[in-house]
């Protein structure tokens, strides 16, 4: 598909903090991605996001601030969230839990699913996956509660271990892992049509084979990058702290890279929105 960038009614150029203190310029234009839609405000010049960390890791590979593209993965423990403050200062994406299982939702998704369309952000929901409950039955919850929204980013399956789960200790075999997997993907393929991104731990990729599952990945991967962590994986997104913080949130927040340069990213949203 064709892409292009065309300033549309708005061309700012904002003076903002950079990592290092010094002011960097930040080029604010709209992006049109073709068949009529627009991102709203998107960052086309080279500025790092207004990012923090409480428990920064020294990165000695690999920075994620080497690339230019970051966003945010939320869900209720965010609580009240100024939106365009987190736009304007770096947010180019966010990824807002939705579901877990097949009876629970997430009592900030909505709110947050408005909130974030209104402040411009392309977004995505995920689903956390419940393992004492079919992948069906899990898909069919998702599909019952996330709307199919022209410009949406694909869907997420949330995929790892919780050790912390009062109701479900069960750790399915491999085989039973890919195969109720698979089964979930496909279902949502078919109802917003775009393949579910994975998003995925490094105990849980290497005791599954989820690699295995025809997917994109979105990776965590908070002491090292993830060529180290996840070797030979090709991946979109990287979740590089859970303890980073950002203008517009309180608290800590997960931070997260896209894989590519600010023409990629164009061309990924060009090609993976939902229609």
Known sequence: MRLWIKAVALAAVTALAGC???????????????SGQTVRGAF???????????APHVWTSGHPYNLP??????????????WPLARQSGVSFAFIKA???????D??????WAET???????????????CRRGAEQAAWFIANVP???????????LEWNSHSRTCRYRPTPAEVQREVAIFMDMLTRHYGQRPIIYTTVDFYRETGVRNVNAEFWLRSVADHPRGTYPGQRWSFWQYTGTGTAPGFRGNVD?????????????????????
């Open 20 to 34: 290092a203190g010094a002011p960097t310029q930040r080029v604010v234009t709209d992006v049109s991605i073709g």
């Open 107 to 112: 009592p900030m998704f909505r709110r947050y």
């Open 117 to 131: 369309r209104a402040a411009g952000i392309p977004r995505g929901a995920y689903h956390f996956y419940y393992f």
């Open 255 to 275: 931070l997260n890279a896209f894989a590519g340069n600010r023409a990629q990213w164009n061309r990924w949203l060009a090609m993976r929105m939902q229609r």
């Open 69 to 82: 593209v970051h966003g945010v993965d939320v869900a209720r423990y965010q609580g009240d969230v100024n």
């Open 99 to 105: 579901t877990e299982g097949g009876d629970h939702i």
């Open 44 to 54: 086309t010049g080279g500025a790092v996001p207004l990012f923090g960390d409480t």
């Open 148 to 158: 199919r929204e022209r410009g949406a980013l694909p869907p997420v399956l949330d």
